[in-house]
């Protein structure tokens, strides 16, 4: 009788999969098992997944990016359990609570530049914000992002989502306007008509993983502020130290109007959105007390994703991961990028800090190009997904590709990963890099298995 959490899970394990096939979309289960990814993990932690027979798996996608500070961190999971216990008077709104303030505060330490703080539940969500508040502040409707850009699924979001895939079916949106990444000239272009609030950007963008050409975003930023129009960073996926910096902007020297903030800023366990603003553009938005509500979300400010925020601050100094996802970060890449020179099938190795693209390209070898044009020919990105499933199947390293049609495959890893993690990825991917140089390799088997999956079709 009542409710018992740990004898509930003991009496249903092994029925997510066929839970999920029957009353959520139903799409999740067939993919996972169209790529081989039928694991049920029990336990967590770090970098590590567990399965039921206790196999350790290495997580190079930590939920992509929530688990920043590696799953299940004993600081996080104390603060929460305080929270808790503390009984706080929570979501009252009618006051102004400790927490918010404090997570607020440090935070804006981070930014210098930034003054205040919008709290919200996830990433589309503070894109959203941001996109509001950009075009109260200015007076002007439009925005301008670029192709093959990710802010998010929501209609505002989803207006400057420059993946034709993901609009696909949910018409009409804003009339924002998508530009080639890193093209000045089509920003200054635009800009000319006078009617541009903000350039939304990622400053590494997701989708690939690519960096813009140097000198570009900061080259934009002064066109921005010569045309009063503002400068939007999202650092949903960039930021809270995965690029070797608090902030991947940092990088380029910006100083942008609004930045946007989520994934791993509460530790991986309570959704977390933030929207980071100077001061003027507050005061615009929130220009009077009638004004008060706004802009505002009721859950945004709750008591655990702050706590859970503020405790996750604290392991990111305590344990030095801004530095580490620098340091292990290059170690990676750099150890990587010595294998395109051993491997005609790696075609370049890029990224910052612990974000991290492998680009997959048409071989010179004769022999391999039968093989590659046999899986061009059924699907672009079919290799980089057939890499995906030989590291998770032979060697227990979960990874993902970086967006549909792509051969790029994306690390994200837990900042926490060490020089023995490095060496568990590169002892799998030269492994299955080997083999697929090999024509006769079992890498070549997974695509012609996916090959005859209805996921290709
Ligand atoms: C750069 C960027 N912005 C926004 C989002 C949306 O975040 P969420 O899924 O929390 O809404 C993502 C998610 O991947 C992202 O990578």
Redesign the pocket.
């Known amino acids: 009788m009542g409710f018992d959490l740990t004898r509930l899970l003991a009496a249903r394990r092994g029925s997510g999969y066929e839970l999920h096939a029957r009353y959520l979309n139903p799409q999740l289960p067939r993919v996972l098992h169209a790529i081989g990814f039928t694991k049920m993990y029990e336990r967590a932690e770090g970098a590590y997944l567990y399965d039921h027979d206790g196999n350790r798996y290495l997580d190079l996608l930590a939920g992509?990016?929530v688990a920043g500070i590696g799953r299940n961190h004993p600081v996080v999971r104390q603060a929460l359990r305080d929270v808790l216990d503390a009984e706080l008077a929570d979501l009252v709104q009618f006051d102004c609570a400790l927490l918010p303030g404090l997570l607020a505060e440090r935070l804006l330490a981070y930014a210098p530049g930034l003054d205040r703080v919008f709290f919200c539940n996830?990433?589309?969500?503070?894109?959203e914000a941001a996109l509001k508040f950009a075009r109260c502040a200015t007076g002007r409707p439009r925005i301008i992002y670029f192709d093959h850009?990710?802010?998010?699924?929501?209609a505002g979001?989803l207006s400057v989502n420059g993946a034709g895939e993901f609009r696909c079916g949910f018409g009409p949106l804003l009339p924002d306007t998508a530009i080639p990444f890193g093209d000045l000239d089509a920003l200054e272009r635009e800009l000319g008509q006078d009617d541009v609030a903000a350039l939304l950007v990622?400053p590494i963008q997701?989708k690939g993983v690519h960096i813009p050409p140097e000198g570009f975003l900061i080259a934009a930023q002064h066109l921005l502020r010569e045309r009063g129009a503002l400068l939007i960073c999202?650092?949903?996926?960039?930021g809270i130290g995965r690029t070797g910096r608090f902030f991947s902007y940092q990088h380029e020297g910006l100083d942008p109007d609004i930045v946007?903030i989520?994934?791993a800023l509460s530790g991986g366990f309570i959704?977390v959105?933030a929207t980071l603003a100077k001061e003027w553009i507050f005061a615009k938005v929130y220009s009077s007390m009638d004004r008060l509500l706004v802009h505002d979300s009721t859950f945004g400010a709750n008591a655990a994703a702050m706590a859970a925020g503020l405790a996750t601050l604290a392991v990111i100094e305590d344990e030095a991961l801004v530095e580490n996802a620098e340091r292990t970060g290059r170690l990676l890449r750099d150890a990587l990028a010595a294998l395109t020179e051993r491997y005609d099938l790696l075609a370049e190795v890029r990224g910052r800090g612990l974000m991290v693209g492998l680009e997959f390209a048409k071989p010179r070898s004769w022999r391999l190009q039968p093989h590659w044009a046999m899986v061009q020919k059924a699907r672009q990105g079919l290799f980089a997904q057939m890499v995906v499933m030989a590291l998770f199947a032979r060697h227990r390293v979960l990874t993902q590709v970086a967006a549909d049609r792509l051969e790029v495959i994306k690390l994200l890893p837990p900042l926490t990963v060490g020089e023995a993690d490095v060496a568990w990825f590169l002892t799998a991917f030269t492994d299955v890099m080997d083999d697929a140089h090999r024509t006769g390799g079992l890498t070549w088997e997974f695509g012609r298995t996916l090959i005859s999956q209805a996921l290709l079709h």
Not at 122 to 127: D, F, H, N, R
């Open positions: 992509f990016g996830s990433g589309t969500e503070a894109v850009a990710f802010h998010g699924l929501t979001s990622e997701g999202d650092e949903v996926q960039t946007t989520a994934k959704p959105g």
